[in-house]
């Protein structure tokens, strides 16, 4: 079998995308400001979905919320 070959949900992957989305809107608005900290976990979930590989899809948009809301957090502790 070829990877990636499984039917994709692309109706939940674009609910899991929101709801990291939905995240950091609430918990780190700065960093959707300037989303380059962001780039790699993007790409990383963009590849997971390529793939057909939920649990690294899922993985990499936890990652995703992980590095905004640590950027926030550098952020705020900079403005201080």
Known sequence: MTVGAEP???????EQAAAALRYLG?????????????????????????RGDEAAYLEALRAYCRAGRDEALRIRRGAA
Do not use: C, I
């Open 26 to 50: 609430r918990n780190a608005p700065e960093v959707l400001e300037n989303t380059s900290v962001l780039e790699p976990h993007e790409e990383a979930a963009h590849q997971a979905a390529m």
């Open 8 to 14: 994709w949900e692309t109706e939940w992957a674009a």
